[in-house]
């Protein structure tokens, strides 16, 4: 029998992920890889997998797989209903796995026990949807070959870990390089209202929709390089949350950053959801 | 060192001008390569500004600041002898805005060719796209508006002019700079090791293709 898993439905977007391209944004290559990378380093870590192997990124569940053997997998993140979550289970040769629509939670990290094996590009797995780098979303007929990524098997196998919250989600933010480019009350309004979740956040960023921050200062911010948690503001007032695909370099200024470990979270913030950004005290 | 928060996984440096760019992204790719920057993982050089990201698992933004502010910058060439090396680029030079260059810069045609021939220019960073490079001229500088309204189409392979810079679009992607020509030169080659020819401090000398 062949290790493969064949998609049969891939669902409104599933990719490949991995940790990314760390290294290679003086070349205009973004990072990259899992949005939740907490979750994503679950998943494998539930299969026994090696760090980075790669895995699947399900968003809003609607992956239908088949195993063309027997195959260890896991679902982690937003919990599908039909799928086991958080804890492994073994899909025997010709099983079906049928992943519902998350009733919380956005983004559903499937490990497969030796990883997703597609090519590397750039050493890395991931499909980033900005750069145009790295396999395509997956569609109905892909049939993916499990790899060699194995670890010691793992010590655990049930996971106890938080289920996103469908309700608002508070994070922490700290000032960005930019924050004297707004007027005196912005950081303030940032940090005390809340905002809604626009329809328009995929794996780049997440359009939050408030009250719009004022500028002071006028003119254009020469471009400069942005991280993941980064809130920066078009003209518009409105911040995006830059998540994983996000621009190497940005020519809006960065009023504010969301701390490093939040952002997880807040990538597996749905459309209409309500986000609180709170200054974190340190 | 002028450094700005950047969050919790990175820290901003700014810097005076792009000379003050490169002269401080060398000092500091030397100093990450030789590991005097602990958690260091990426180093991105902008148009005024050095971002060092890092990993937040190992090190904190005070320490690579700490780390930075060690830095002796003054003493750090912003073109490194070894990366010295001309890489020719021939174009055709019979871009679409061409024309309309000649006109901004109150010229003919030819002399947009001339000037952009002749002269080295360098690479002062990515960005936009992979392997797109913001290339800045040695000696005299440009100053040409980009178009009112951006191209959805700009074939892969197009030499185009903006502001200061010019550059090489890596692939067709939409864009909104200035076209005066193309090479068939694939700036941006994922089987190549390294992929991107227009990496930060190449040296760059335009000819006529023949």
Known sequence: MSRHLLVEEPGPLTTVQDEGRPGLAGIGVGRSGACDRASY??????????DGAAALEVTFGGLVLRAEADLEVVTTGARCPGAPHNAPTVLRAGEVLRLGVPETGLRTYLAVRGGVDVPPVLGSRSTDVLGHLGPAALTAGDRLR????????PAV???????????????RVVPGPRRDWFAPDAWARLTSGSYGVGAESNRVGVRLEGEALRREREGELPSEGMVRGALQVPPSGQPVLFLADHPVTGGYPVIGYVVDEDVDRCSQLRPGQE???????T | MRLRPSGTAAVLVECEDLDGVLATYAAVRAAVDGDLVPGAVDVVPAARTVLV??????STPEEVGGALERLDVGTADAVDEEDADVLEVP???DGDDLADVAGILGCGPDDVVERHTNGLWTVAFCGFAPGFGYLTADEGTWDVPRRESPRTKVPRGSVALAGEFTGVYPRSSPGGWQL?????????DLDRDPPALLAPRRRVRFVVAS
């Open chain 1, 146 to 153: 499990v790899g060699d990524a194995r670890a010691a098997a």
């Open chain 1, 275 to 281: 986000v609180r950004l709170r200054e974190r005290r």
């Open chain 2, 53 to 58: 990201v890092l990993d937040p698992r190992t």
């Open chain 1, 41 to 50: 380093r679950l998943a494998n870590r539930l299969v026994g997998n090696r």
């Open chain 2, 91 to 93: 174009v055709h030079y």
């Open chain 1, 157 to 171: 196998d049930v996971a106890a870990v938080a289920e996103p919250t469908g309700g608002a989600l508070e994070v």
């Open chain 2, 180 to 188: 005066i020509g193309r090479t068939d030169l694939d700036v941006f």
